[in-house]
Nanobody, 122 residues
Framework: VQLQASGGGLVQAGGSLRLSCAAS????????MGWFRQAPGKDREFVVA????????FYADSVQGRFTISRDNAKNTVYLQMNSLKPEDTAVYYC????????????????WGQGTLVTVSS
């Protein structure tokens, strides 16, 4: 599976962005998907994940109620809608695919996208 993340950019605090992660290869619908982020000088951290069927989602406490993950298996794409953005959300955002686990730890992921930069100005 190859993953291509897009949609990052510069936004003011309180604004919104929608990230997309397009997958190529076979059996996207068989993969659990997740988003992680990495701020400068910090470790990569879990943001949100969704099961292969899309019936369950998991959120980090820091984004609960502000971010929403969804997927369209017909389009081989997973989305991250980010609302009420804060300066501390500034990071490179990575999408991840995992066959066995719902990726809530970086080591759970089998495949990674290349990352897309989100910058939130105050």
């Amino acid at each position: 599976v190859q993953l291509q993340a897009s949609g990052g950019g510069l936004v003011q605090a309180g604004g919104s962005l929608r990230l997309s992660c397009a997958a190529s290869g076979r059996a996207f619908s068989g993969y659990n998907m997740g988003w992680f982020r990495q701020a400068p000088g910090k470790d990569r951290e879990f943001v949100v994940a969704i099961t292969s069927s899309g019936d369950r989602m998991f959120y980090a406490d820091s984004v609960q109620g502000r971010f929403t993950i969804s997927r369209d298996n017909a389009k081989n794409t997973v989305y991250l809608q980010m609302n009420s953005l804060k300066p501390e959300d500034t990071a490179v955002y990575y999408c991840a695919a995992a066959r066995l686990w719902v990726p809530q730890r970086a080591k759970d992921a089998d495949y990674w996208g290349q990352g897309t930069l989100v910058t939130v100005s105050s």
